[in-house]
């Protein structure tokens, strides 16, 4: 059974940093694209970035130039680099891994709390 394991959550002070961790197992890391997501209490969960099976990445507009998203096969783990981080940041965020081709299947992790305050 695909196993995601996130790490790296917790409370920070605005204009902070976080790194996100997730690792996998029992899948071919390599060839699934790896995605970050987010839910805040009250909203649906959505994109946060995603990279590809290939190493291109993808970002929400509320990511772009201060969040960084980067896979190590190797290690089957896939980061999220968090800067400037901001109060409305503040959310559960889950891995994804999901397959490229049809009909795509996803796995997901179990969640971490990133709570940056004011």
């Known amino acids: 059974q695909v196993q995601l394991v996130e790490s790296g959550g917790g409370l920070v002070q605005a204009g902070g940093s976080l790194r996100l961790s997730c690792a996998a197992s029992?899948?071919?890391?390599?060839?699934?694209?790896m995605g970050w997501y987010r839910q805040a209490p009250g909203k649906q969960r959505e994109l946060v970035a995603t990279?590809?099976?290939?190493?291109?990445?993808n970002y929400a507009e509320s990511a772009k130039g201060r969040f960084t998203i980067s896979r190590d096969n190797a290690k089957m783990t896939v980061y999220l680099q968090m800067n400037s981080l901001k109060a409305e940041d503040t959310a559960v965020y889950y891995c994804?891994?999901?397959?490229?081709?049809?009909?795509?299947?996803?796995?997901w992790g179990q969640g971490i709390q990133v709570t940056v305050s004011s």
């Open positions: 994804d891994a999901y397959t490229e081709w049809a009909p795509r299947t996803d796995y």
């Open positions: 990279v590809g099976s290939s190493g291109n990445t």
């Open positions: 029992k899948i071919i890391f390599s060839m699934y694209a």
